[in-house]
């Protein structure tokens, strides 16, 4: 799928059609999670190979491509926790969705 450049859904959209493309910027709830991700997953070929630094620059060109910071955001571990992401606020925990 996709990382950037899917128009922005509401969940209610993005739960109603599956056919939407959900992307960095329309589902996911938190920044941290693709640092994560990245850093675990990425190369494809390599997993796990990426310095810190790598990871950061990566996470805040998709944030960028996503529209969620501007071009001369610095991310790093203080700030990268910061980030708003538009899904954040309709995320719900799994152990609170009974």
Not at 2 to 25: C, H, I, K, M, N
Not at 27 to 39: E, Q
Not at 57 to 69: D, G
Not at 71 to 98: H, K, Q
Request: cysteine-free.
């Amino acid at each position: 799928g996709a990382l950037a450049g899917a128009a922005r859904y509401t969940p209610a959209e993005l739960a109603a059609d599956p056919s939407l493309e959900r992307t960095v910027g329309n589902y996911w709830p938190y920044a941290t999670s693709l640092f994560d991700y990245i850093r675990r997953a990425m190369p494809f070929d390599q997993p796990g190979s990426l310095a810190d630094d790598e990871v950061y620059a990566l996470t805040a060109y998709l944030l960028y491509l996503n529209a969620l910071v501007d071009g001369s955001a610095v991310i790093n571990r203080d700030t990268l926790p910061r980030v708003e992401m538009p899904a954040r606020r309709f995320y719900v925990p799994a152990s609170r969705r009974e």
